[in-house]
């Protein structure tokens, strides 16, 4: 790009997922119950701090927001 005078890219964002014959056959998450979803986001992400699996207030927040993360995902 430099040799025809145009600019050079000031980022780049990339992103992946297996191809479809290569996915694991496991449930999609959107698909579970609200108590499956967590720990299954929890034990393979790590990803639901324990205030929030202990709390029905807070899970009550923050799995609508969640659950927005794996439909935007898919």
């Given amino acids: 790009m430099r ?3 145009s600019s050079e890219p000031l980022h780049i964002f990339l992103s ?3 191809a479809p014959h290569l996915q ?3 449930d999609p998450l959107r698909f579970l119950d609200d108590e499956t979803f967590i720990d299954r986001l ?3 992400y790590g ?3 324990e205030a929030i699996r202990q709390s029905e207030e807070f899970k009550n927040f923050f799995l609508p927001i ?3 993360d794996v439909e935007f995902e898919k």
């Fill in 3 to 5: 040799k025809i005078g």
């Fill in 42 to 44: 929890h034990q393979t």
């Fill in 47 to 49: 990803a639901v701090p």
């Fill in 66 to 68: 969640l659950r927005a």
């Fill in 16 to 18: 992946a997922r297996a």
């Fill in 24 to 26: 694991e056959d496991v």
